[in-house]
């Protein structure tokens, strides 16, 4: 059993830290992207319990932003962070289950159109358009590639959090 925990949102990044004023909308951002990927990797793992010669193996996408802040993405790295965390929690109390927080590298996809409009912090946001610019961002199917590599590799430790620039 495969559980690949990648649903999410960045949430609004056209606000800095101080204008999240609003208790239900950081709720609704941790409901969405926190809690849920709890719950659901709860449920699957209730249903697909540990069996003689086959692994569990649970992946969830991270990203730098669960170690490194950035300017007007509060909500996005603090959910981050927390679900690496919740992750590592998770490799900790199941050992039979294998847990790998992938952080896939900047992509060259929707989100990226987002960050480079709608960034608050206008540094931040040029950091992100030069990348795209000098052709910086990676294809998804690289990064796709370079995941499927380290879990056949099967070199890391369980929770561990994996950047695709750790294996080049």
Not at 26 to 38: G, H, K, Q, T
Not at 101 to 108: C, T
Not at 127 to 136: A, L, Q, R
């Amino acid at each position: 059993f495969v559980s690949s925990i990648c649903a999410g949102s960045l949430g609004d990044i056209t606000k800095s830290f101080v204008n999240f004023t609003d208790p239900l909308e950081v709720d609704r951002y941790f409901s969405f992207n926190v809690s849920s990927a709890l719950c659901l990797t709860s449920s699957l793992l209730k249903v697909f319990h540990g069996r003689a010669g086959l692994q569990r193996l649970v992946v969830n996408i991270s990203s730098l932003a669960a170690l490194q802040p950035f300017k007007s993405w509060t909500l996005y790295r603090a959910g981050k962070a927390a679900r690496d965390m919740m992750f590592k929690v998770l490799a900790e109390e199941e050992t039979d289950v294998c847990v790998l927080n992938y952080a896939p590298g900047p992509m060259n996809n929707a989100m990226q159109d987002q960050v480079q409009s709608h960034t608050a912090d206008s540094e931040v946001r040029h950091h992100f358009t030069e990348m795209k610019k000098s052709g910086e961002l990676l294809d998804c199917h690289v990064s796709a590639k370079k995941m499927i590599d380290i879990l056949k590799k099967d070199t890391f430790k369980s929770g561990q959090h994996v950047d695709f620039f750790d294996y080049c």
